[in-house]
């Protein structure tokens, strides 16, 4: 596309925007970032005496950064992992019946559901007091309150997991969906029959290629939400290990000034992962254009 | 329909539909220990305290809906104004792979990291801190989204209105803004929803002092006030269930 | 000086040069064939001419008058693409009294002037139609109209029946030809096609890897065996043979 200069021409205009990408959008991430960089050297801060690597020894050294990143990105890939397999079954086995006007509102009606009433529900419903608890009481299962497995605040996180599965599988049903009309996959598939592929080949090597390789840059969008995720891991995790959000406002709200420090080390850290994983993610985006 | 096809997807619309039959049944209910599957108290005497200075509820709505407008407000118009620019510019991959990075960086690391700026600033534990630390993260995606608009075609229809005679206001007023209605409610609609469910960087740069919707769910949680919690939850979901209701595109976005 | 003077313009996108001392001259009312392949500089070149792009060098001239710092919107100069372009949001009548609304002209004399153009064009009875309920062919049709109504100086046409069907494309040629000399149009006429160059121009050009040539006759065009001309009437002789055989 080539770029039409007299479009760009008023000066005025382009410094008005140029001020407000810059003010709103670069200044805000940058300052930040400047920030916890500072204070995580000592530069800056509360009870900080100077540039020091004090608190990046410490936050290595410990391995609760580390744990609690591969805890955060194991979480994010597991219900990625899930998510997607539904969202990809219920595509490719039902998308004839999400055509149906009722199903199809129905299939909208979880984008009304927050991270934080997710979290929520996910307390109503799979804590040892919770909904399936007393459904288990009642059939026998069980005998009592703690008879009933932990499902949430447990060290498997299958209570999180759970919940990110209800909030993102939805969404990429809904976006395979969409992608499954506007790519023609239905006409592919039939053109794949044509070609000789039966219904399994035709699924592993037409359809999920095709809906997977549309929705790349989405699905990598979401693993790094999910690793992100604040109000779910918050409610429905253990104290330790954390996600990595949850750990580092901990840390920030401590009471202990060096932990204060330790955390916006991990801030950091956490930023140039993202950071990377984002121009990664970009870099590869160009290529195909280029 | 096969039996098969029609359990599962009869499973598939209860697994949907329980959540918001189970949080309105909480919110409309009392009493309700376990072991027991229902409440010994169900009526409207939760719904009734949503105007009462107790519950606080009637206050949070209104701020989340005056927060949310003014975000989506702010965001939209100038995330499409600045999006222009970014599109038409030589480096507009290099900006628009800036513009994500407030939008994947996790909003209450993000805040975390601007206490100190907001506490300058004097806007730390404001109704305005909060709209403006929203709008950080809210701006950026309306950035992004706004992108997709500005193609060749576009870029065709504002020459065609220059060559046919008319200046960059008319060609704005008459075709520009007229295409762009139903992307601009769209954004409208999907800015709101990101301030309507934020959370951790609203409990962050709002300190408690501004309550939210979301504040409230998390402080009936705290409270072990269930009830009132699943309250708080049906009112924060009406407003995007009545965006689908109207339509669905409103509340469903891709950035790809 | 005659009413377009075109004096060596060139331009370049960094280190790629697009077209390079462009010179051309037409009178008042004539039509001037280009004909180039894809990728020749030929949409660049018309994009320079209307303002829409700015020349590395070189100077343009209407009507005696240098327009080089003119924006696209003083110019009157109409670039027409490939594609109709019709505003979606506009029915066909608005979307022909677009460029008058722009000018502000009395809404009684807009009226006449458009329900003219549509008569003109064979389109009556679809003005209330929009865009999306008309033909490829009445949406070419739309555009012109467009474009003609607001009598321009000079009407830059870029393959404007590239996506059209044979037939269609053979009607639009002859409503061009009709319409141009009806409103006493200057243009020049992009193409790929030899047949509809060598048609729809009083006077001809070939443009090739940012050169443009242009001939004093049309006689001087056929002749030249770089432009093909010679080796489509070679083809067609050989067919005739071949049926006679």
Known sequence: MKILESMLSKNSENKISLGLFFVLAILPVAAAFSYAVLYSFGVVGIANEGFTFRFWKEVLSTGEFIQSFGYSAAISAVSMVISISLALYLTIIFHKDFENKILSFIAYLPLSLPGVVAAFFGVQVLSKSGFFSRLSYKIGWTEDLSGFPDLINDQYAIGIIITFVSVVAPFFLLLFLNIYENEKVDELHKLANSLGADRRQSIWKVEIPILLHKSKKLISLYLIFLMGAYEIPLILGREAPQMLSVLIVRDLKQYDLTKISEGYVIAVIYSIVIGMITYFIFSRQKQVYA | MPKFRKVTLLLYVVMIMFPFFYLFLLSLSAEWKFPDLTPNYFGIKNWQQIFSSQSGLGTSFITSLFISFFVALTSTSLGFYVSRYISYHPRRHTMSMLAYFPYVIAPVVFGACMIYFFLKMRLFGTLYGVILAQSFVAFPYALIFFTSFWGEKIQSYEQLVATLGGNVMQGFLKVTLPLAKGMLMICFFQTFLISWFEYGLTSIIGVGKVETLTIKVFLFIKESNFYFGALSCCLLILPPLFLIYLNKRYVFNKIL | ?245
Not at chain 3, 121 to 130: A, I, R, T, V
């Open chain 3, 1 to 245: 000086m005659k009413f377009l003077h075109i004096q060596n313009i060139s331009k370049s996108f960094g280190q790629t040069k697009i077209f390079k001392h462009i010179n051309l001259e037409l009178e008042a009312g004539k039509t001037l064939s280009i004909l180039g392949r894809s990728g020749c500089g030929k949409t660049t070149m018309l994009k320079t001419i209307s303002g829409l792009i700015a020349p590395d060098e070189g100077d343009i001239f209407v009507a005696g008058i240098k327009i080089n710092d003119l924006s696209p919107n003083l110019r009157n100069i109409v670039y027409l693409y490939q594609e109709d372009l019709l505003f979606p949001h506009l029915n066909v009548y608005e979307n022909i009294a677009f460029g008058l609304k722009l000018k502000k002209m009395d809404n009684e004399v807009i009226d006449q002037k458009v329900h003219q153009m549509i008569i003109d064009l064979e389109l009556e009875g679809q003005g209330d139609k929009m865009p999306n309920q008309i033909s490829g062919g009445q949406r070419q049709r739309v555009s012109f109209g467009r474009a003609i109504i607001i009598n321009p100086k000079l009407l830059l046409l870029d393959e404007p029946f590239g996506s059209l069907d044979v037939e269609t494309r053979y009607n639009m040629q002859q409503l061009f030809k009709r319409l141009v000399a009806q409103y006493n149009i200057t243009s020049l006429f992009v193409t790929h096609d030899l047949k509809e160059a060598f048609t729809m121009g009083d006077t001809m050009a070939y443009m090739k890897n940012g050169d443009l040539k242009v001939y004093p006759s049309k006689s001087s065009f056929v002749n030249d065996r770089s432009t093909g001309m010679q080796d489509e009437i070679s083809f067609w002789n050989n067919i005739k043979m071949f049926d006679n055989g």
